[in-house]
């Protein structure tokens, strides 16, 4: 089936602009994953949904950054007043815990942002 | 205190020999997960394998293996008979339960793995 799916693939803008990022999970998952990658770093968790909970948002940076994620499906990070120390490539992941596999999260293949 | 710690940035193997990529972990939660992902070049983040804190035995995915030593707290990737394709960043993993009420997963700093001819 389909997998993970992440737009737009790359985006440039401008240092003060704001941007937003889409991420559409695999059908039937009920936890939604953000996270940036910097060039040549590890993952850095940003946010999590689970289903209809309250989303876990200890992870953002600043109040630059917020999520949404409508109807339980599709999300969109924003980020406002861009910088350039935000350029990194932000990977979206889902998981369904209800597999009995644990949280295992599966990516999509990230949008590349920078901010010039 | 870093909570997942990868102390190998990168890592060298002659194709078809075996590797253990180290990951040690911290946490206070008694039920976590740990995982392992690759990040080949072209950037997507592939599931690897899976290790609840309170299986028993090993978890095992065709050439990966994982040692699960909990009482030193590492999980360590082993990958049998090494292929160039092997070539690739590895990322260790931790879920545990989020001061939120959730869950959140973190990600070690990784390790670069090449695969020699």
């Known amino acids: 089936g389909a997998g993970v799916s992440q737009s737009p693939s790359n985006k440039v803008t401008e240092k003060g602009k704001d941007v937003e990022l889409r991420c559409d999970p695999i059908s039937g998952h009920t936890a939604l994953y953000w996270y940036r990658q910097s060039l040549g770093q590890g993952l850095e968790f940003l946010i999590y949904f689970q289903g209809n909970s309250a989303p876990d948002k200890s992870g953002l940076p600043s109040d630059r950054f917020s999520a949404e994620r409508t109807g339980g499906s599709v999300s969109t990070l924003t980020i406002q007043r861009t910088q350039q120390e935000d350029s990194a490539v932000y990977l979206c992941?889902?998981?369904?815990?209800?597999?009995?596999?644990?949280?295992?999260?599966?990516f999509g293949p990230g949008t590349r942002l920078t901010v010039l | 205190a870093q909570k997942i710690t990868q102390t190998q940035p990168g890592m060298f193997v002659q194709e078809k020999e075996a590797v253990t990529l180290d990951c040690t972990y911290d946490?206070?939660?008694?039920?976590?997960?740990l995982f392992w992902y690759k990040q080949p070049s072209s950037g997507e983040m592939i599931f690897l394998i899976y290790?609840?804190?309170?299986?028993?035995q090993n978890a095992t995915e065709g050439r990966y293996s994982l040692n699960f030593q909990k009482a030193r707290k590492s999980a360590n990737l082993v990958i049998s008979a090494s292929q160039l394709g092997d070539s690739a960043m590895y990322f260790c993993?931790?879920?545990?339960?989020?001061?939120?009420?959730?869950?959140?997963?973190?990600f070690g700093a990784g390790t670069r793995l090449f695969v020699k001819a």
């Open positions: 290790q609840g804190s309170y299986d028993q």
């Open positions: 993993a931790m879920r545990e339960a989020s001061n939120t009420g959730g869950f959140k997963t973190i």
């Open positions: 992941a889902s998981s369904n815990r209800l597999a009995g596999r644990g949280d295992t999260q599966y």
């Open positions: 946490t206070s939660d008694p039920s976590y997960g």
